[in-house]
């Protein structure tokens, strides 16, 4: 018998989130589909703009917040897609892994795919609307990956749950985006001020909202994950 | 008169002891006090008509589906205490279980990772030599056809050398060179003191292998007795008419 030394929680979460990310990489669809519909977003969103009514500043974060979290679906839709097809998911329930580091796996792919399309879809927004992001942007980009992880651990669990159903597509934004108004209410609201020119203290009381719902959810979607596979 | 085990002894001897499994689906029980034992080196076949059970047998055993009353152990490990016992099983499916944009190689490397195999990829590279696909590794699985990917769908099952394979119709989509290579691969893993479960409707093909043969019916076991004691012939009819019965 070969030797072996299953893999522990961290290890197995990286191996699930690389072999992910190497689908990813390979196939590129959901990548370069998020990438589209954020950018189209941001095109369609900038010719319906009337400046003369809006300013620029007031309408970017509102932009900004909806179009990451309904390019991140595309992303998340996929993640559990691509272990249906040939019933992948079963080889990977088979292995002796726990199954909280699949969520967390895929958890991270996931927030991987969802950070690469916001470092992409931040500076085509300041372009776009001529935005003064130098100043915020590491209080904008930490704002980013704190909104990046709440929408990827409620949804990669939801995304578990929705994929067996014959409304996959639809379920998946339906079941998700109720838990998502938290986070693009703080995410919002904390862009807006924070291209306004406020101090980042002006911003920490929605700063806390993103970081509570992240720990409750990362844990709470760990905990929930292995039950949401039972059939 | 060998001596009686204990119970204890008894399931430490065995590689996978099933006592009184049941699983129900919205009351109606697909497996239904299932109860059997296999030793090391030790093989099943298992028949049955359609909707008779069979895989969800297998999945109670790979440890995807949990048993609403009974109990199954590998290795004297009980399935559902953790991750460890189901280290030791490996599952051929209908579906390939493969990731098509993937190679063949990666697949198999990527599950021997999880199972913690010191050298991934010799260890993968083996499993698809034993198969007869080394020379497609590099290929892309949606690339290959359904017969090579069976192929690498059971090498991805045997890379880690399980202690109990689950096989549920693999000979389907064989060719020849792949069903001497499944054959001898199954061999090797008898030999090597694993127990095999292998679930056919093709009773040549299950027998062939077999050390123990078993009919099931509506979740049941109705027959379970040692390949000696099964006579081809009408161990077949019997096999006919409760197919028929049921269809």
Known sequence: MPERNPPGMLHATWLVARKDLAIEFRTRTAFFSALLFALLGLTIFYFAWDPTAVAAIDLAPGVLWVIFVFSGLLGLQRSFSVEQADRAIDALLAAPVDREAIYLGKALANFLFVAAVQAISLPALALFYNLPVSQAFLPIAGIAVLAAIGIVSVGTMFSSMAVNTRLAELLLPMLALPFFIPIVMAAAVSTSRLLAGRPVADVMPWLRILVAFDLVFVVACTLAFPYTLEE | MPPALSATEAVTRS??????????????????????????????????????????????????????????????????????????????????????????????????????????????????????????????????????????????????????????????????????????????????GAALLLVTHNLSEGLALATHAAIMRRGKFVRFESRADVHASSYALEYRELAAADA
């Not at chain 2, 064989?174 to 001497?180: A, H, I, K, Q, T």
């Open chain 2, 15 to 192: 590689v996978v002891m099933a006592e009184g499994l049941v699983r129900a689906f919205s009351g109606r029980r697909a497996v239904d006090n299932v109860t059997f034992s296999l030793d090391a080196g030790e093989c099943l076949a298992l028949f049955g008509p359609n909707g008779a059970g069979k895989t969800t047998l297998l999945r109670l055993l790979a440890g995807l589906l949990s048993p609403t009353s009974g109990s199954c152990s590998i290795g004297g490990t009980v399935l559902r205490s953790g991750s460890t016992a189901r280290g030791q099983v490996g599952l051929v499916s209908h579906a390939s279980m493969l990731y098509a944009p993937l190679t063949a190689l990666e697949n198999v490397e990527f599950t021997a990772r999880m199972y913690g195999l010191r050298d991934p990829r010799a260890a993968a590279r083996a499993a698809l030599h034993t198969m007869r696909v080394l020379d497609r590794a590099d290929t892309p699985v949606r690339s290959l056809s359904r017969g090579l990917q069976q192929r690498v769908s059971i090498a991805r099952a045997i890379v880690h050398a399980p202690q109990l394979l689950l096989c549920d119709e693999p000979y389907t989509g064989l060719d020849d060179v792949g069903s001497g290579a499944l054959t001898a691969a199954l061999t090797e893993r008898r030999e090597a």
